[in-house]
């Protein structure tokens, strides 16, 4: 009488033949434990397996090790100022979850440090948040793309850009101090008595005979001075006097 097949043994080895799974050796997970400190992307290259089974096999086994005052040190400083892989290349073999419940520990919860999100930005600005990237672009102010941690359950939230609030004032002051005394393309419209296109079809016969500012800005913001010399250019082109 022959043998029961082991349906479970059999699967085993038909998964570890084609490479989808491979079990761990003891040779491995000792190697493993010994190693784990160099960080996943060592480990990958020594042991032939991907981050999440290094990651993975650790947690399975209890393998971890104690943070150093250089890690801690790190943690603080570079907490806020870079992304999640930023922060995950300056700490090799911390998952990002494990940085995150440190972080908490510490009391560094917050990553914003006085920066606000771009909606938050918009609003203290007064500027639409769909043109205000382009604004601070223009003025010079850098956004950061922040990870944000639930400092309750602590764990990974949801990502956004965030600008310095005062940075973000101070743009939008520029900004509109440049914008008094300039006119929209409506408003161009309305002091000559035409419709935007036609204001668009002067603007561009001028600038075809000398530069003209407010052009390249989204939206035109056009000098006066602009306007009317494109309607006298108009004018002169008709033949009126």
Same mark, same amino acid.
């Not at 913001?221 to 108009?234: I, M």
């Given at each position: 009488?022959?043998r029961?097949?082991?349906t479970?043994?059999?699967?085993?080895?038909m998964l570890?033949?084609?490479?989808?799974?491979?079990?761990?050796?003891?040779a491995?997970?000792?190697?493993?434990r010994?190693?784990y400190?160099?960080?996943?992307?060592?480990?990958? %290259?020594?042991? *032939? =397996?991907?981050?999440?089974? /290094?990651?993975? @096999? +650790?947690? #399975?086994? &209890?393998?971890s090790?104690?943070?150093?005052?250089?890690?801690?040190?790190?943690l603080?400083?570079?907490?806020?100022?870079?992304?999640?892989r930023?922060?995950?290349? %300056?700490?090799? *073999? =911390?998952?990002?979850g494990a /940085?995150?419940? @440190? +972080?908490? #520990?510490m &009391?560094l919860?917050?990553?914003?440090?006085?920066?606000?999100?771009?909606r938050?930005?918009?609003?203290?600005?007064?500027?639409?948040?769909?043109t205000?990237?382009?604004?601070?672009a223009?003025?010079?102010?850098?956004?950061?793309?922040?990870?944000?941690?639930?400092s309750d359950?602590?764990?990974?939230?949801?990502?956004?850009?965030?600008?310095d609030?005062?940075?973000?004032?101070?743009?939008?002051?520029?900004h509109?101090?440049?914008?008094?005394?300039t006119l929209?393309?409506?408003?161009?419209?309305e002091?000559?008595?035409?419709?935007?296109?036609?204001?668009?079809?002067?603007?561009r016969?001028l600038?075809?005979?000398?530069?003209?500012?407010?052009?390249r800005?989204?939206?035109?913001?056009l000098?006066?001075?602009?306007?009317?010399?494109?309607a006298?250019?108009?004018g002169?082109?008709r033949?009126e006097?």
């Amino acid at each position: 009488m022959s043998r029961p097949l082991d349906t479970a043994k059999v699967t085993r080895a038909m998964l570890a033949t084609s490479g989808k799974w491979r079990p761990w050796t003891e040779a491995e997970t000792a190697f493993l434990r010994k190693h784990y400190h160099r960080g996943t992307a060592w480990l990958s %290259k020594r042991l *032939g =397996r991907g981050a999440r089974s /290094i990651l993975s @096999r +650790a947690q #399975r086994v &209890g393998i971890s090790h104690k943070w150093t005052r250089h890690e801690l040190t790190t943690l603080r400083l570079e907490w806020g100022e870079l992304s999640e892989r930023g922060l995950m290349r %300056k700490l090799p *073999g =911390r998952t990002w979850g494990a /940085i995150a419940i @440190r +972080a908490h #520990r510490m &009391g560094l919860a917050n990553p914003n440090q006085g920066k606000v999100d771009m909606r938050e930005a918009s609003r203290i600005t007064g500027i639409d948040h769909r043109t205000l990237p382009a604004v601070l672009a223009a003025e010079g102010v850098r956004r950061s793309y922040r990870v944000r941690v639930n400092s309750d359950r602590c764990i990974t939230g949801h990502r956004q850009w965030v600008v310095d609030a005062d940075e973000a004032r101070d743009a939008a002051a520029r900004h509109f101090n440049k914008l008094a005394g300039t006119l929209s393309r409506r408003q161009a419209a309305e002091r000559l008595g035409v419709s935007p296109p036609t204001v668009l079809h002067l603007m561009r016969r001028l600038a075809a005979t000398r530069p003209v500012e407010g052009m390249r800005s989204k939206p035109w913001r056009l000098l006066p001075a602009d306007v009317d010399a494109a309607a006298a250019l108009r004018g002169a082109a008709r033949g009126e006097s």
